[in-house]
């Protein structure tokens, strides 16, 4: 009789592997449940990013449409900080020469409409680039507007008021583009509080 020994066996008898069970329905069902969830967050994530990548890229837009408009809208402001001192230099041309002085002579009369005319039609330029002058006398201090260069004592008008301009303030656009140089009172009345100016002064060109 043979002995089954395991040892005794021929080298080239065939390995039999054991495979393993099939997964149950319910196994089967759960990891595809699984499964689904996975890409179905992967889906959500994906959207949501390109989402932002959209608004992003919409905002990118914007800024540099921004950006775009302002250079244009403020590519002259160096040219017209040039142009009103030669308007500063217009208005003392005919500070010196008074009303009276213009009566009793012709040729002064002549030389000062010739440069009126010149100053007005250099504040059109101006005008017509947005640029226009900051109202300042009579009106309260405003740090935004107005460089204060001496405080006098008066009693007869709030304190923080503009009683003097050495040099007019102009604006472009929405922004400052030179201070007015003034003389504001002290030892008056407490000013009432007044509303903020439109314009965005503490932005300069």
């Not at 017209?80 to 012709?106: I, M, W």
């Amino acid at each position: 009789m043979n002995n089954p020994n395991p040892q005794d066996a021929p080298e080239d008898a065939p390995f039999e592997a054991q495979t393993p069970p099939p997964p149950s329905a319910e196994a089967a069902a759960a990891a595809l449940a699984d499964r689904v969830n996975t890409l179905e967050a992967l889906i959500e994530t994906l959207k949501n990013e390109r989402l932002m990548a959209l608004a992003e890229a919409e905002n990118a837009g914007k800024r540099a449409d921004k950006r775009i408009a302002d250079n244009a809208k403020y590519a002259v402001s160096n040219i017209c900080k040039a142009l009103v001192t030669v308007a500063d230099n217009l208005g003392r041309a005919l500070l010196a020469a008074p009303v009276e002085a213009r009566a009793a002579n012709d040729t002064l009369k002549n030389l000062a409409t010739g440069v009126e005319m010149t100053e007005k039609e250099l504040i059109t330029v101006l005008e017509n680039q947005g640029v226009r002058r900051v109202e300042s006398l009579n009106q309260p201090f405003d740090a935004n507007f107005h460089n204060a260069i001496q405080e006098v004592e008066n009693i007869g008008v709030p304190s923080g008021t503009v009683v003097q301009v050495f040099q007019e303030g102009y604006v472009m656009h929405d922004r400052l583009l030179r201070p007015a140089m003034v003389v504001v009172s002290k030892g008056g009345p407490k000013r009432e509080a007044a509303p903020a100016r439109p314009t965005g002064g503490n932005q300069t060109v």
